[in-house]
């Protein structure tokens, strides 16, 4: 699976938007781009996913660079409530059997 | 819908004893998985499993064994519990590759 890079940690005011950036420009054409987060050490959460596209749902936006080297995961309006460890990973899909590999994320931490 | 559950929550062992740690999951997934997480650390794959009968070795399957004698359940053995197996272990499942993985609340585990 490909390597990301993401930054140790980032701060955002609540309200405001929070953009988490992870670089993964070793991505394969079959790997996809999955985000997770951790808070206070509980399970992982998942929060979204794509391959090629930009992806949304209810807790976020996925938006993925068109050469897929990198990527930013967007929560629209922070609360206190999404301070946590976020995890970008590449996984492979069908032939990784859903096998994820965790570095060690970015800290966000919200702020009033 | 109970998800993914673990037993126990917090387990403190001697060096040498032995335990077995339970997760089960009752939302009929194929894909079970068992991941271990030090401290400040992302989490690394220990076993995981394709379906009853079916369970393949992760990153770092040393020290542990596993077996899927059906879908909902995947127990992780610790045979000589050691130091270095001091962790939090999280079992997690997922219904097919390509989508969300759904995590337990982990196991808090200390090995004196």
């Known amino acids: 699976d490909a390597k990301t890079t993401q930054p140790t940690s980032m701060d955002c005011a609540e309200g405001r938007a929070a953009n988490l950036p992870c670089n993964h420009s070793?991505?394969?054409?079959?790997?996809?781009v999955y985000w997770y987060r951790q808070i206070h050490s509980q399970g992982p959460q998942y929060i979204i996913h794509g391959l090629k596209n930009n992806e949304t749902n209810e807790m976020a936006s996925l938006i993925i660079t068109e050469d897929r080297k990198s990527s930013t995961l967007i929560l629209p309006h922070a609360t206190l409530r999404d301070t946590a460890v976020y995890y970008c990973?590449?996984?492979?899909?069908?032939?990784?059997?859903?096998?994820?590999?965790f570095g060690q994320g970015t800290i966000l931490t919200v702020h009033p | 819908n109970a998800g993914v559950t673990q037993t126990p929550k917090f387990r403190i062992l001697k060096i040498g004893q032995s335990m077995t740690l339970q997760c089960a999951q009752d939302m009929n997934h194929n894909y079970m998985y068992w991941y271990r997480q030090d401290p400040g650390m992302g989490l690394k794959l220990i076993y995981y499993s394709v379906g009853a009968g079916i369970t393949d070795k992760g990153e770092v399957p040393n020290g542990y064994n596993v077996s899927r004698s059906t879908t909902e359940d995947f127990p992780l053995r610790l045979e000589l519990a050691a130091p270095s197996q001091t962790s939090v272990y999280f079992c997690a499942s997922s219904p097919v590759v390509n989508t969300e993985a759904f995590f337990g609340q982990g196991t808090r585990l200390t090995v004196v």
């Open positions: 070793t991505i394969s054409g079959n790997e996809y």
């Open positions: 990973i590449v996984e492979k899909g069908g032939t990784s059997y859903g096998k994820l590999t």
